[in-house]
């Protein structure tokens, strides 16, 4: 609240909570752009939106791995502009922390997708028959994935 409005914090907090449901309305908002997908937004990029994705996403990761065998090297949670995860060659795999945005059946979906990538590195027959047989429901994932923009 700005100063000058502090002699009139009653009126303030009076009016925020009259509005309260359209605020947390407005602050949860998705929006569809004009192809129809979902656009993630009213979402900030910081050091504890980093820390609390990566956390989450490294311990989704490391249970994952550890049920179906797979060795990386490192897990990096970045803000990337046109990914929602990758594999390096160095067996390093990297997330958008934008991730966290999404359902977590989603989000299953990106890190099942590049856990089956440290086996093939490419996109072949033999990567979506490993990824099919671990997730079964990848395909309807994948197209779902594509409903969201950032």
């Not at 989000?107 to 027959?125: A, C, P, Q, R």
Request: glycine share 2%.
């Amino acid at each position: 609240m700005p100063r000058r409005l502090f002699g009139y914090r009653r009126l303030v907090l009076k009016f925020l909570d009259e509005k309260k449901t359209w605020i947390e309305k407005g602050l949860r908002k998705i929006d569809k752009d004009s192809c129809g997908k979902i656009r993630l937004t009213n979402q900030s990029y910081n050091k504890k939106t980093l820390k609390n994705t990566k956390t989450k996403l490294e311990n989704r990761v490391r249970q994952l791995a550890q049920k179906y065998n797979f060795r990386f090297n490192k897990i990096s949670v970045r803000n990337q502009s046109s990914r929602w995860g990758s594999c390096s060659s160095n067996q390093t795999l990297s997330f958008n922390w934008r991730l966290i945005l999404l359902p977590q059946a989603l989000v299953d979906y990106v890190i099942y997708h590049e856990l089956v990538h440290l086996e093939h590195s490419n996109h072949s027959k033999a990567f979506w028959q490993r990824l099919a047989k671990l997730y079964p429901k990848a395909s309807h994932f994948k197209k779902k994935l594509k409903n969201y923009i950032y």
